[in-house]
């Protein structure tokens, strides 16, 4: 990164000189405290599970082509299915979504760092032990209970793959934790002066919402683990109904966070569209507090809806009720989301950039997943499709239409920011067009499957349902091949990319008012808001690469 | 552009009655339901159908937004400046939080209403002919027997008991058919009155017939998709449920929690009879007992393919061969056994 050029006359559009803030690529195999480096580490690990998930997805996809199990056994495809669904979660999603928070949060906020470098260290060290440890279980009588892995099935599929994949889901939940304290600690203390928090870029605000929900509930996940390791390897009954332990318990406790994870899987998303929205549209953000508000919202919300994963588990009328009814009300504030950037888009000035397509995406898939998730919250509805294809669909119109569309738009909209270099726009529609069209087709038919009769997690079903399985199962093939336009585009931008100017969306907020990358405190000195987050349209024009950016910037030295 | 221009509110007007027409057209007919074979199913798609009516006009609404503004507002070349300046607008935020607030809790209140008259809320004061009168929740219902935290189960209701359990009064579910149903990995044993057992659920149309879930090793579920019912079995925890099937026909019966790595195949099927069919039946299957072929007919390996409950080891049996499943055959072998002694075990419990 820092070795190949040395300062050449400028064109126009480039910045004025090359500078030495590129990180050597060993650092990033270092246990650094820099917020950026740990923010990139994140991403690419996340991104490295990201690829492990999918190839397991397409695995499953291949093997669901046909009626009968023939590509896979059936114990295999459970614990690729289980595996999937864990790698998917725990690694790539909830990673990223870290990786994002770590490499804006002090940037955007003015900060010179995350308010415990070290600990954030530790945090991002936690994942690839984590990571390796999940893996490595599928190799030791694989765990294939699905990522829910609910006892009794969970405690009788192989105590050891089950105990390397329950320590790994606890380090990676530790990971969290710690992460999800230090972001809440930094967002409230660190910010500059002239910060007040209704004038915080909305991915703060998201990541507040976010923080709340992994320190509230990721420890009752860690108790339910422990309680299901206890039973699994220590022979007691809390959840094994043949010692008296009452497995339903278990459910109550796994969605307790599994629940609200759903959120702090989608939050960071929903806050990093918001600011990449008002960016390429250059419009403020539609109502802005009201979007800022529910978070705070859903969060709470978010809390209180679990048990509606478990209408059919035999739980009191009353119960499903409540929760239905929370369910229910959780569509409000993420519907004041939704309708606020298309508000925002309306009447904007909408650039077709890459990060704008996978924010259109992001918004037209998630609100799919959005109706059919208010759907699944009516109890009577629910009892029919729970456990279907149906809610396979739901949830990754959700995951996949909102989390993973948000993330690709994250990484397009930061990218000049982390590596001073611009993506290949060109290459960056064509990973759009494939990927939107590949996720439709691959999710679109298990609505209908599931409504006909297709449950989930088998490896063998019914050949009636085999034409929309077909379909399915090519769109998963377009998405496995959308990824590589990404990969080979990303790869390629960091070394050979268009050098970025500090500000080339010419954003308002304060990631941006530094260089590209930003140097090693992120500021020269403190910034201080010129404007607020999204004052577009009042007449302040943001410069691409201001001069006084560069005054006191040394060169990098020639190499 | 245009010369005569068509005023801005009667375009809205146009917009928002065709999208009305699409979604009401849409609800009706999205057809993506199979056919519905009881009184729950239907109750249950007259939710649905007003839910995709509804959950399509929004689709249609915001993707309409999206897309117009995609169009509509994307910059020009060369446009540098800003949009305009827009920081929000109050009453519309209002609007568009109240109309989702009120369609949620519209669609709670209807859901509400549809599940309580599926019997979902409705405790039914139920004689089991013992000396005690328990209640029994009816559809879908937490366990109530012996558990420390059933209060609500065992509150005395008789009076308060409503006709709204499934429809029918409670009598007509005490004098109904009740069927219990045992999950294993991977099949479904059916323990009906008099010491019928089989691997098919059997019941006659137009009466309400009660189910008594058991799981025997891991969790499973027990999903009737044509009548949009399905229940956990929780092994140590009995789970009940009420069924009023109106249509003739046989129909799916599907495991719906993993159970294992032959969950997909945990399936069987449901023969909904003419009451003098059904009658028929349990006289042939009486008659059957009473020659002493009860365990014998159990998976009902005997009967004709069409007619078959594929338990696990019949369904496994033809991927054994050509495709070396990870089955050995003594698996298959302690499948079968472990069906059977199950199977007998009930049956001597019936006598």
């Known amino acids: 990164m820092t070795t190949t050029s040395k300062p050449k006359t400028p064109l126009p559009e480039e910045p004025k000189m090359l500078l030495g803030n590129e990180r050597k690529w060993t650092d990033y195999f270092t246990f650094c405290t820099d917020h950026k480096v740990i923010g990139i580490q994140y991403l690419v690990t996340a991104f490295f599970f990201y690829l492990v998930g999918g190839a397991l997805a397409t695995v499953m996809r291949t093997e669901l082509a046909t009626p009968a199990p023939d590509i896979v056994t059936p114990d295999v495809y459970n614990g690729i299915l289980t595996l999937h669904g864990t790698v998917m979660l725990f690694l790539w999603i909830v990673p990223a979504g870290a990786g994002l928070a770590n490499y804006l949060i002090p940037l955007m906020i003015g900060a010179r760092d995350m308010a415990f470098p070290r600990l954030n260290a530790i945090a991002f060290w936690l994942i690839p032990p984590s990571g390796l440890m999940l893996i490595g279980s599928f190799f030791f009588e694989p765990p294939s209970a699905g990522w829910t892995s609910y006892p009794p099935l969970s405690l009788t599929t192989g105590a050891l793959g089950e105990g390397i994949w329950i320590m790994s889901i606890l380090v990676g939940g530790t990971a969290s934790i710690l992460g999800g304290l230090n972001f809440l600690v930094t967002i409230l203390k660190m910010r500059v002066p002239s910060m007040p928090l209704t004038k915080m870029p909305l991915f703060c605000w998201a990541m507040i919402a976010t923080s709340l929900l992994i320190l509230i509930s990721t420890p009752v996940l860690a108790g339910a683990l422990i309680l299901l390791a206890f039973d699994l390897l220590a022979g007691t009954a809390f959840f094994n109904p043949t010692g008296g332990g009452n497995p339903v318990v278990y459910q109550h406790m796994f969605w307790f966070y599994s629940h609200p994870a759903v959120y702090i899987f989608v939050l960071p998303l929903f806050g990093a569209i918001s600011d990449v929205i008002a960016v390429h549209a250059r419009k403020p953000i539609f109502g802005y507090r009201a979007i800022a508000y529910s978070s705070i919202v859903i969060s709470f919300l978010g809390l209180i809806v679990w048990a509606h994963h478990m209408f059919t588990s035999g739980t009191p009328p009353w119960l499903r009720m409540f929760f239905m009814i929370t369910t229910m009300v959780i569509a409000v504030p993420t519907g004041i989301k939704v309708f606020g950037w298309v508000a925002t888009l309306w009447r904007g000035k909408i650039a077709y950039t890459s990060a704008m397509l996978f924010a259109l995406g992001f918004i037209a898939l998630f609100l799919i997943g959005g109706i059919s998730g208010v759907m699944l919250a009516a109890v009577p509805f629910d009892i029919h499709v729970h456990d279907t294809y149906f809610v396979v669909a739901h949830f990754h119109y959700v995951l996949f239409g909102a989390s993973v569309f948000g993330i690709f738009m994250s990484v397009y909209h930061w990218f000049p920011k982390m590596t001073g270099r611009m993506m290949n726009e060109f290459w960056g529609k064509i990973h759009f067009v494939l990927t939107f069209v590949g996720m439709n087709l691959t999710f679109m038919p298990m609505h209908e499957l599931g409504l006909r009769g297709m449950n989930r997690r088998i490896a063998l079903y019914d050949p009636q349902f085999t034409d929309l399985n077909v379909l399915a199962t090519i769109g998963s093939y377009i998405m496995a091949v959308s990824t590589i336009p990404f990969l080979i585009n990303a790869i390629w931008s960091w070394r050979y990319g268009k050098k970025a100017p500090a500000n080339p969306w010419r954003a308002l907020t304060l990631e941006w008012q530094t260089l590209s990358p930003p140097e090693l405190e992120n500021f020269e000195e403190l910034p201080v808001l010129k404007t607020g987050p999204y004052d577009y349209g009042l007449g302040y024009i943001a410069e691409e690469d201001p001069e006084e950016l560069y005054a006191h910037a040394v060169p990098a030295p020639v190499s | ?351």
């Open chain 2, 1 to 351: 552009m245009s010369t005569v221009k068509i005023p801005s509110s009667i375009v809205t007007l146009l917009i928002g009655i065709l999208l009305t027409l699409a979604s009401l057209w849409y609800g009706q007919n999205h057809g993506l339901m199979p056919v519905a074979a009881s009184e729950e199913a239907e109750l249950v798609d007259g939710l649905f159908d007003a839910m995709m009516t509804i959950g399509f006009g929004l689709f249609l609404l915001v993707e309409g937004a999206l897309v117009y503004s995609a169009i509509r507002f994307r910059r020009k070349d060369g446009d540098e400046g800003d949009g305009e300046h827009l920081e929000g607008n109050i009453p519309l935020e209002i609007v568009w939080t109240a109309i989702p607030a009120v369609v949620v809790l519209g669609i709670s209140i209807y859901s509400f209403d549809i599940y309580t008259r599926m019997g979902g809320l409705e405790l039914m004061d139920h004689d089991m002919g013992g000396p005690t009168k328990t209640v029994e929740v009816a559809y879908a219902a937490d366990a109530v027997t012996g558990g420390s935290t059933t209060a609500l189960g065992e509150l005395p209701l008789e009076d308060q008991v409503s006709e709204a359990g499934l429809g029918v009064s409670p009598d007509a579910v005490d004098e109904g058919l009740s069927v219990d149903v045992q999950g294993l990995q991977y099949a479904f044993i059916f323990n009906y009155p008099n010491g019928i057992v089989d691997g098919e659920l059997h019941v006659p149309a137009g009466q309400p017939v009660r189910i008594n879930l058991n799981a025997q090793d891991v969790l499973h579920a027990f999903w009737l998709p044509e009548f949009r019912i399905k229940q956990d079995m929780i092994p140590g925890q009995e789970t009940k449920l009420v069924i009023n099937a109106n249509r003739e026909g046989t129909y799916p019966v599907v495991c719906a929690e993993l159970c294992g790595p032959y969950h997909g195949g945990m399936r069987t099927q449901l023969i909904v009879h003419s009451p003098e069919d059904y009658d028929a039946w349990v006289a042939e299957r009486l008659a059957a007992l009473d020659t002493g072929e009860t365990v014998a007919s159990v998976p009902s390996v005997k009967s004709d393919r069409t007619h078959t409950a594929r338990t696990d080891a019949e369904y496994l049996e033809p991927f054994v061969e050509p495709l070396q499943l990870a089955v050995a055959p003594e698996r298959l072998a302690a499948l079968r056994a472990s069906a059977e002694d199950s199977a007998m075990t009930h049956h001597s419990h019936a006598h």
